[in-house]
């Protein structure tokens, strides 16, 4: 199995990522997100922010099985801004083994700028597609601003999402056994393209792609009509990107990956939400 760690930039020209298939080391991780090892707030933040960075939250994750497997951060505009902007942490838990197809894992979110609380967030990677899912509803989203206990809060907050992670277990378990109808997956399909794409009113130019493209596979594990699989090739295809399509002037181009950190998150939970009411729907 291949170990060495993966440098992308999956969320947009100025955002690097790191991922591996073990977990990342701190020089690793400063290399890609500095503002994970801030040595200081922003000068825009007041005496009541509470400092604690994000390197020494994590610190306290590992003490409690937490193991960072993908790091991410954007840079800013402002100058002097991008050593305190916005980072994003995957971590699993070392009762996570990776015998399986899918790993649990929790997601982190901070910045020293304002723009963001500390946020925890459910997610999933999949082993066969490299796809880092974003799952779970709002009871799946927590948020500790920078006061107080900073650090105990969110390793508190993490271990309340992996109790989560069972019932997200049900949920997926349960797609997976779900079959969608061709004209469901295309229902799917064409509500995701508006998610990804915005809502086309009369006089507006299509959707760069059609329903089809967002729903080709883009590996053989990913062929078949269960809920599941219909879901990660739509996910796959709008948060990547790169299919050929049409610009609003009828031009060929080829779409987009997500931009950002907070696009990447938006979308996935979307997309993770669509997937959930096709599930209700059908149960």
């Keep these: 199995m291949n170990t060495n760690p993966t440098l992308a930039t999956r969320f947009a020209r100025a955002t690097r990522v790191l991922r591996a298939e073990i977990p990342l080391g701190e020089d ?16 825009s933040r007041s005496d009541r922010y509470t400092y604690i960075p994000t390197i020494d939250v994590l610190r306290g994750l590992r ?4 193991e960072p497997y993908m790091v991410a951060q954007g840079q800013s505009r402002i100058e002097g801004k991008t050593e305190y902007t916005k980072h994003l942490v995957r971590l699993r838990h070392v009762s996570e083994q990776n015998t399986k197809a899918e790993a649990n894992e929790i997601i982190l979110i901070n910045s020293h700028d304002g723009a963001s609380c500390y946020q925890l967030l459910a997610g999933q990677f999949r082993f066969v597609c490299c796809n880092g899912l974003i799952l779970g509803d709002a009871s799946h989203d927590i948020r500790i601003p920078h006061k107080g206990d900073v650090r ?25 056994a779900i079959e969608l109808a061709p004209d469901e997956r295309q229902a799917f399909a064409r509500a995701a393209l508006t998610v990804r794409f915005g809502e086309r009113t009369e006089g507006q130019p299509p959707a760069p792609i059609t329903t089809d493209q967002l729903l080709e596979a883009r590996r053989v594990e990913d062929e078949g009509a269960s809920l599941w699989l219909t879901f990660n090739r739509i996910q796959a295809n709008a948060v990547q ?43």
Excluded: C, Y
């Design 63 to 66: 003490r409690e099985g937490f």
């Design 28 to 43: 690793q991780m400063r290399q890609v997100a500095p503002s994970v090892f801030a040595g200081g707030k922003h000068t």
């Design 152 to 176: 105990g809060d969110v390793i508190e907050g993490a271990f309340r999402v992996l109790d989560d992670f069972e019932v997200i277990g049900q949920s997926t378990e349960a797609m997976k």
């Design 241 to 283: 990107g790169g299919q050929l399509g049409r610009g609003a002037r009828g031009r060929r181009t080829r779409t987009r990956g997500i931009r950002s950190i907070d696009g990447d998150v938006s979308l996935n939970r979307a997309l993770w939400q669509l997937a959930e009411e096709m599930r209700q729907l059908k149960s």
